[in-house]
């Protein structure tokens, strides 16, 4: 059996990086997360993501390079960070308890869900290279 794919969306602007704060399940309600979900079958994972945050925020974006490092979360469940860019909408938290933009220095401050902290290095770098890049 192939393993479940979990795609997370890396949305960056000029006000930082969007985190969700999730609503559930219990043990993860109240920690910030990338917004994504699960890959379905016969899916690419930029569109399963694409779709996600059109669910989850209400935007449409365009899907970019692979962040990061996969993450496993159980031992049939993989999860992967893709690079997103907003195409149109403004991001609502239609799934997620809050929504913020976080810059590189407010990263380490966050509560974060477990399998997302492997993403911090990459999303700081990342952060601090659009940020040089937008002076």
Known sequence: MDAQIVVAGALFSAAGLLVAQRQR??????LWELPG?????????????ARELREELGVEVSVGDRLGVDVAL?????LRA????????SPQP???RAL??????ELDAL???PA????????????????REST
């Not at 399940?25 to 109240?30: R, Y």
């Not at 159980?74 to 993989?78: I, S, Y």
């Open 25 to 30: 399940p219990p043990e993860l309600a109240g």
């Open 37 to 49: 979900g699960k890959v379905a079958a016969g899916e690419s994972d930029a569109d399963a993501l």
């Open 74 to 78: 159980t031992a049939g469940m993989t």
């Open 82 to 89: 893709y690079r997103a860019t907003l195409i149109s909408g």
């Open 111 to 113: 509560a974060w869900v």
């Open 100 to 105: 913020r933009w976080v810059t590189a220095d």
């Open 116 to 131: 997302d902290r492997a993403w911090l290095p990459d999303l700081a770098e990342a952060l601090s290279t659009s940020r």
């Open 94 to 96: 239609h799934d997620h």
